[in-house]
T-cell receptor, first 116, second 117 residues
Framework: AQTVTQSQPEMSVQEAETVTLSCTYD???????LFWYKQPPSRQMILVIR??????QNATENRFSVNFQKAAKSFSLKISDSQLGDAAMYFC?????????????FGQGTRLTINP | DTGVSQDPRHKITKRGQNVTFRCDPI?????LYWYRQTLGQGPEFLTY????????KSRLLSDRFSAERPKGSFSTLEIQRTEQGDSAMYLC???????????????FGEGSRLTVL
């Protein structure tokens, strides 16, 4: 079974600075997808960024980028120019690439605090 | 609001009572998922539907749990004879299955928080 591990329960960063959230995963599959989700307090979870395992290029979405190291099974999220609105729980998630299977396996989450 | 909606948002019940949660997905989405999230943890998959068919159930879904999606639109999650360990946030999500093109993005609701006293 696949597992996802986020070893940083909490992180904090000064506004406008850059922060990196760590995620490692374990799988024997070669085809899969990785995601970072953001869950603000009392709000729904939203997708931040997605990476297909077959793509060597790291995904980027505006201020959010990932460092995908397939051999090391590492998938970190970098947030540049941190903003107060970035404060939330961040979850790393894994999904198999097998067609039809869509369930996500989540990590334990990292609570990100932005200091003004 | 055209997102995923869940009702009720909060439910407090006594141990042994039955509770039911409802999820209304995004209207064109054919897949609907239920997850459970306990405090300080990531969501755990419970079950999912494609249209009205329940395609997968987690071992977390004990016999006291039942989920339905009778007309392929809204879904209900019922917990019978609730236990204190059932206290959690129950999240619903929906997506559009794109067939060979792959799976679409999951859109989550705000969740239904259950407290069992």
């Amino acid at each position: 079974a696949q597992t996802v591990t986020q070893s940083q329960p909490e992180m904090s960063v000064q506004e406008a600075e850059t922060v990196t959230l760590s995620c490692t995963y374990d799988t024997s599959e070669s085809d899969y997808y990785l995601f970072w989700y953001k869950q603000p307090p009392s709000r729904q979870m939203i997708l931040v960024i997605r990476q297909e395992a077959y793509k060597q290029q790291n995904a980027t979405e505006n201020r959010f980028s990932v460092n995908f190291q397939k051999a090391a099974k590492s998938f970190s999220l970098k947030i540049s120019d941190s903003q107060l609105g970035d404060a939330a729980m961040y979850f790393c998630a894994y999904r198999t690439g097998i067609q039809g299977a869509q369930k996500l396996v989540f990590g334990q989450g990292t609570r990100l605090t932005i200091n003004p | 609001d055209t997102g995923v909606s869940q009702d009720p948002r909060h439910k407090i019940t006594k141990r042994g009572q039955n509770v039911t949660f409802r999820c209304d997905p995004i209207s064109e989405h054919n897949r609907l998922y239920w997850y459970r999230q306990t405090l300080g943890q990531g969501p755990e998959f419970l079950t999912y539907f494609q249209n009205e068919a329940q395609l997968e159930k987690s071992r977390l879904l004990s016999d006291r749990f039942s989920a339905e999606r009778p007309k392929g639109s809204f879904s209900t999650l019922e917990i019978q004879r609730t236990e204190q360990g059932d206290s959690a946030m129950y999240l619903c999500a929906s997506s559009l299955n794109l067939g060979l093109a792959g799976a679409g993005e999951l859109f989550f609701g705000e969740g239904s928080r259950l407290t069992v006293l």
